[in-house]
T-cell receptor
Framework: KQEVTQIPAALSVPEGENLVLNCSFT??????LQWFRQDPGKGLTSLLL?????REQTSGRLNASLDKSSGRSTLYIAASQPGDSATYLC?????????????FGEGTQLTVNP | NAGVTQTPKFRILKIGQSMTLQCTQD?????MYWYRQDPGMGLKLIYY???????DKGEVPNGYNVSRSTTEDFPLRLELAAPSQTSVYFC??????????????FGEGSRLTVL
């Protein structure tokens, strides 16, 4: 059974700092991995999707990497801003089918202090 | 596009009552999902559908039912509500083919309290 772990559970940093969020998974047979952002009381917003054949994806100040063999993904946020404060979740989709069950981590709650 | 739309946003039910959470998407996505999110427990898949007329159970289907009569709509029905069903419910959808296959798009959530 796939298990997804996100460390740390919470992170507080000063504005302007570069930071890395970690996501690890136990079964390397994945179809893709997706990073989400969730603001309090809101739904999940897709940030980056990495297919299993890719090593990284970039969007603005965000860069996500994937190392399937070691079961790890990182989300790098450059020059953090108070508006980046949210919970960040990663989710993996199994390789045996492209359409069904994702396994979510429990998230990292990020606070960026002005 | 409105994306994924869920109604209602908030609802309080009494034990034993029934209700339907509505979900509709206007992105012509094949796949639709219902998740529940409990504090400290992450997101758990309740039911999913790979297309109109096809549904399947997820991790925590007990106490729920779904239908998928159209591509756009995927309602979730709670029968005989129990306090254990107090949660935030999220509907999501994704494409089956294309360069971003499997990218999930979520609705804003429906917060349900059962008293």
């Amino acid at each position: 059974k796939q298990e997804v772990t996100q460390i740390p559970a919470a992170l507080s940093v000063p504005e302007g700092e570069n930071l890395v969020l970690n996501c690890s998974f136990t079964d390397s047979a994945i179809y893709n991995l997706q990073w989400f952002r969730q603001d309090p009381g809101k739904g999940l917003t897709s940030l980056l999707l990495i297919q299993s054949s890719q090593r990284e994806q970039t969007s603005g100040r965000l860069n996500a990497s994937l190392d399937k063999s070691s079961g790890r993904s990182t989300l790098y946020i450059a020059a953090s801003q108070p508006g980046d404060s949210a919970t960040y979740l990663c989710a993996v989709r199994p390789a045996e089918t492209s359409g069904s069950r994702l396994t979510f981590g429990e998230g990292t709650q990020l606070t960026v202090n002005p | 596009n409105a994306g994924v739309t869920q109604t209602p946003k908030f609802r309080i039910l009494k034990i034993g009552q029934s209700m339907t959470l509505q979900c509709t998407q206007d992105m012509n996505h094949n796949y639709m999902y219902w998740y529940r999110q409990d504090p400290g427990m992450g997101l758990k898949l309740i039911y999913y559908s790979v297309g109109a007329g096809i549904t399947d159970k997820g991790e925590v289907p007990n106490g729920y039912n779904v239908s998928r009569s159209t591509t756009e709509d995927f309602p979730l029905r709670l029968e005989l509500a129990a306090p254990s069903q107090t949660s935030v419910y999220f509907c999501a959808s994704s494409l089956r083919t294309g360069p971003n296959t499997g990218e999930l798009f979520f609705g804003e959530g429906s917060r349900l309290t059962v008293l």
